[in-house]
């Protein structure tokens, strides 16, 4: 057996915030193996970033040990630097040179002479595929693109190891799989790699896994192995997709459930240890139309995430920040301000008669946008009804952003019709903003100002006024369980708050659509659940809403998705009917992703370019 090539024993790191201390790590003791992937996977804050820089030399712990390569990183640093690569999440590509001018600028911060930089890019740009893109300035590539070419820039010398902090996050499923394949050849050819992630699917296609939590090891080891101890537990519960919702809510209050999820066209169930087929068959029986069916299905990683968390009793959001004195929880909130479930789930309203109209509040015909000569979109048609979520998925890079803000009045169109709520886009953009809410990928708040501050902001600016204003304002810091964080500085807060937080202004104002941009990237599975309980009530209650995401797993929360490529729309329907169409004797189970993928190769061989 080879040494391991990282070994941490009893690591422990901690920062100062203001007046607060944050434990980043907090008694870290785990091995890497050599010429393996193993995933380092954990929720936003769960400590990835800060171990990848101490396994860099850059950061130094305040007690413990850590060993690369079998090289102290207190003490040899420059040669443990010399002898890995490293690619942070924001890896600093120069946008205004070309995709060979930022490899020339690293093969000079690297050493690399010049009688070898002709073979290496070449090799660089064979691998990658970016071959055809030398001469394309980094900041015209999309994301995907800028991935493969931060990874070009991080084997202009080969390491020994390769360290990838959560390159996948805002890439689509297609570049998403072109990193796998790249970095699987790099290990054939003996590299080993750490790749930190969020994506829970990801963690599946690691050999090992150290599962990271609040700067902790909850587990390590193989994934099929943390995913087998759940055999027994896991189920399908076939639904009508009119009743989803409904089934979701009665089956997540069932005594011995430890988790439910929309998958497709069922609900997935994961039970405890003291339920089998036979309880939850009898369970199901008074649950919606009653009479389900109900199927045993193999357990996956993210169950056994789940699982372990709430076996724990570990909080979903990812650090503690302190808190006013003067700030108490209440409505809902426990000492800690996580909302308790049955706050999220209180008052969940019944399906709104007015969903089952068939009435279309968005509505899209001929839509196109240009820059310039640049045609983004191209004629695109769709509709969405009131109460329905929409999924709006596709390839960076492919015109689905563009779409989007277009609906959401921030763009406008070149041509075609857009109607929101029946109000016309082209004529009246600012009337339709003061009808819609609108949460952006990135967080886009006041930073800094304080929780409160943002919300009194948001108010008025959907013009609350007066009492209704404030009791607008005490009903959301309420429901988000943001109450002791009320004076905190925005953007100090953990990103599970951060998103409640940005939740909570845009539908501040009660409004009928609901635009979502990329709304959980990051976030772990309990914090997802809770999020998206909240908009299964909304869309109950009749509120539309539209969602642009990668995480397939996702999508399937939506009641349809429409995928954009090359700026037109090139599939619509059901998670389930997108399935369907995609199933053959080589993938005769197919996921959402496995559909994506085989759909847009397909089209590219339909209409080559």
Not at 13 to 33: H, M, N, P, Y
Request: glycine share 10%; aromatic share 6%; proline share 5%.
């Amino acid at each position: 057996m080879s040494a391991p090539v990282i070994e941490l024993r009893d690591v422990h790191k901690r920062f100062a915030a203001g007046e607060r201390t944050i434990t980043a790590l907090d008694g870290l003791s785990a091995e890497v193996g050599s010429g393996r992937i193993t995933g380092l996977v954990g929720p936003d804050g769960a400590g990835k970033t800060t171990l990848m820089r101490l396994l860099t030399g850059l950061l130094k712990p305040d007690s413990g040990s850590i060993r690369v390569l079998e090289l102290d990183t207190v003490t040899d640093t420059q040669n443990i630097q010399a002898s890995i690569g490293y690619m942070p999440q924001r890896f600093g590509l120069y946008e205004d040179l070309s995709v060979s001018e930022n490899l020339e600028l690293y093969a000079d911060l690297q050493g690399l002479a010049g009688t070898d930089r002709k073979a290496r890019f070449d090799r660089l740009m064979t691998f990658t595929g970016l071959g055809p893109f030398r001469k394309r300035l980094a900041g015209r590539l999309s994301g995907g693109m800028k991935q493969k070419l931060g990874l070009a820039c991080t084997l202009v010398r080969p390491p020994r190891l390769l360290l990838l902090d959560e390159p996948s996050v805002g890439v689509d499923p297609v570049s998403r799989r072109e990193l796998w394949d790249i970095v699987h050849s790099l290990v054939d050819e003996g590299i080993s790699v750490l790749w930190a992630t969020a994506y829970l699917d990801e963690a599946e296609r690691c050999h090992d896994v150290l599962l990271l939590n609040e700067g902790r090891l909850l587990a390590a080891g193989p994934p099929q192995t943390l995913s087998e101890r759940l055999k027994g537990r896991t189920f399908a519960v076939r639904v009508a997709s009119a009743d989803r919702r409904t089934v979701l809510h009665e089956i997540r209050g069932l005594p011995h459930v430890v988790d439910a999820i929309v998958k497709g066209r069922d609900v997935r169930v994961l039970v405890s240890r003291h339920a089998d087929t036979a309880y939850l068959s009898r369970c199901c029986r008074n649950v919606g139309t009653g009479a389900l069916q109900v199927e045993e299905v193999d357990p996956v990683f993210e169950d056994a995430f789940i699982d372990l968390l709430k076996d724990q009793d570990v909080a979903a959001e990812t650090s503690v920040i302190s808190v006013s004195n003067n700030a108490q929880p209440r409505n809902g909130s426990d000492p800690t301000g996580k909302p308790s479930t049955e706050t999220v789930l209180a008052g969940t309203p019944k399906l709104d008669d007015r969903r089952n109209n068939g009435e279309a509040v968005i509505q899209v015909a001929g839509l196109v946008r240009k820059f310039g000569d640049f045609t983004a979109v191209d004629g695109i048609d769709f509709s969405v009804k009131r109460g329905e979520i929409f999924g709006l998925l596709g390839p960076n890079g492919a015109g689905k952003s563009t779409t989007f803000r277009m609906l959401c009045g921030l763009l406008p169109p070149t041509d075609g019709k857009a109607l929101v709520l029946g109000i016309d886009l082209r004529r009246a953009a600012a009337i339709a903003r003061g009808r819609i809410g609108y949460m952006a990928q990135k967080f886009s708040l006041y930073g800094n100002m304080s929780v409160l501050q943002n919300l009194q902001f948001f108010a008025s600016a959907y013009g609350l006024a007066g009492r209704t204003r404030q009791r607008k304002i005490d009903v959301e810091l309420a429901e988000f369980g943001l109450v002791p964080y009320a004076d905190a500085t925005s953007e100090t807060l953990p990103l599970g708050y951060k998103q409640r937080l940005a939740l909570a202004c845009a539908i501040m104002h009660e409004p009928g659509v609901l635009f979502l941009d990329e709304p959980t990237s990051g976030v772990d599975p309990l914090v997802r659940r809770e999020f998206w309980t909240r908009i299964n009530a909304m869309a109950a209650a009749g509120v539309t809403v539209m969602v642009t995401t990668h995480f397939m797993e996702e999508a399937e929360y939506c009641d349809r998705i429409g995928i954009i490529y090359r700026g037109r729309l090139v599939a619509a329907g059901t998670p389930q009917d997108l399935k369907n169409e995609h199933r053959n004797t080589d993938l005769p189970n197919p996921t959402l992703e496995d559909a994506f993928v085989d759909l847009i190769e397909h089209y590219d061989r339909e209409h080559p370019q």
